[in-house]
T-cell receptor, first 114, second 114 residues
Framework: GQQLNQSPQSMFIQEGEDVSMNCTSSSIFNTWLWYKQEPGEGPVLLIALYKAGELTSNGRLTAQFGITRKDSFLNISASIPSDVGIYFC??????????????FGKGTLLTVNP | EPEVTQTPSHQVTQMGQEVILRCVPISNHLYFYWYRQILGQKVEFLVSFYNNEISEKSEIFDDQFSVERPDGSNFTLKIRSTKLEDSAMYFCARRLEGGTDTQYFGPGTRLTVL
């Protein structure tokens, strides 16, 4: 099946710093999604990207859908303590059916030091 | 955003017992998904369910697993004879008909098999 490589695995930063993480795939996706997960909770959608080359922002978060459709990055600017959590990328390939299943990366654990 | 609720939030069971996990959408969705996340690992696709039928399932979703929507509302995941390795968080996700490809996740059920 499709595999996503997400990096870095973890980051430990100071409050106020900018953060960048990315995902790459050996095959293409139609949609890239970025989720944040906090302990004991489900993934919460942050940003959805639907077209190659698309650059989308959500507050301090910016994400881009790579032009090759095989990668995506997420940037967080001016990090704050509540940004702590695990960030997952997820790719979706609509095969023309009704499945739309998501393939997840292994996550980036972000720790922000106040 | 439209939400789903999941019950129970935590289920503890003995190996070999049957468990039923429930997903209750707030509004009338047609597309449902179950995902699993073993502690510390990535989220993995189990099965997608569209128009009251399984549309795709992963290799994890073996004969021990089944899904149904018995009353047209609740969407259930049944594990017939639980194994120790079934211990994980189980997430229900839904997608709106006619909407984007975006999937929204429930808070999850933590299953512990002893």
């Amino acid at each position: 099946g499709q595999q996503l490589n997400q990096s870095p695995q973890s980051m430990f930063i100071q409050e106020g710093e900018d953060v960048s993480m990315n995902c790459t795939s050996s095959s293409i996706f139609n949609t890239w999604l970025w989720y944040k997960q906090e302990p004991g909770e489900g993934p919460v959608l942050l940003i959805a990207l639907y077209k190659a080359g698309e650059l989308t922002s959500n507050g301090r978060l910016t994400a881009q859908f790579g032009i090759t459709r095989k990668d995506s990055f997420l940037n967080i600017s001016a990090s704050i303590p509540s940004d702590v959590g695990i960030y997952f990328c997820a790719g979706q390939l609509n095969s023309g059916g009704s499945n739309y299943k998501l393939t997840f990366g292994k996550g980036t654990l972000l720790t922000v030091n106040p | 955003e439209p939400e789903v609720t999941q019950t129970p939030s935590h289920q503890v069971t003995q190996m070999g017992q049957e468990v039923i996990l429930r997903c209750v959408p707030i509004s009338n969705h047609l597309y449902f998904y179950w995902y699993r996340q073993i502690l510390g690992q990535k989220v993995e696709f189990l099965v997608s369910f569209y128009n009251n039928e399984i549309s795709e399932k992963s290799e994890i979703f073996d004969d021990q697993f089944s899904v149904e929507r018995p009353d047209g509302s609740n969407f259930t995941l049944k594990i017939r004879s639980t194994k120790l390795e079934d211990s994980a968080m189980y997430f229900c996700a839904r997608r709106l008909e006619g909407g984007t490809d975006t999937q929204y996740f429930g808070p999850g059920t933590r299953l512990t098999v002893l």
